[in-house]
Nanobody
Framework: QVQLVESGGGLVQAGGSLRLSCAAS????????MGWFRQASGKEREFVAG????????YYADSVKGRFTISGDNAKNTVYLQMNSLKPEDTAVYYC??????????????????WGQGTQVTVSS
């Protein structure tokens, strides 16, 4: 089992920044990749960013490229999502998740086995 706890969400004005954290505990050695997903009210969950646990590769949804940065600290078993130039359409509950196997796709939520409880991000216009 891998336990994930997100933090760092909140209310910010458009154009502002937030940094989300996802702390992992438990059998973290079984993790191959971590991803951030989000779900806005009334919408389906969507992929935001992903990173290999080794930190070798990052992947982003087109909607956040150039604004969001995913990074990891293996010593702390923590993955971060730095979000800059936030827009009202970024408002959502953000979830981190762990995938335990290799795949060239990072955007498939069903491939992720462990999920955090989510943290709310609200961007006001």
């Amino acid at each position: 089992q891998v336990q994930l706890v997100e933090s760092g969400g909140g209310l910010v004005q458009a154009g502002g920044s937030l940094r989300l954290s996802c702390a992992a505990s438990g059998r973290t050695f079984s993790s191959y990749a971590m991803g951030w997903f989000r779900q806005a009210s009334g919408k389906e969950r969507e992929f935001v960013a992903g990173i290999t646990w080794s930190g070798g590769r990052n992947y982003y949804a087109d909607s956040v490229k150039g604004r969001f940065t995913i990074s990891g600290d293996n010593a702390k078993n923590t993955v971060y999502l730095q979000m800059n130039s936030l827009k009202p359409e970024d408002t959502a509950v953000y979830y981190c998740a762990v995938r335990t196997f290799y795949s060239r796709r990072y955007d498939l939520g069903d491939d992720y086995r462990y999920w955090g409880q989510g943290t709310q991000v609200t961007v006001s216009s």
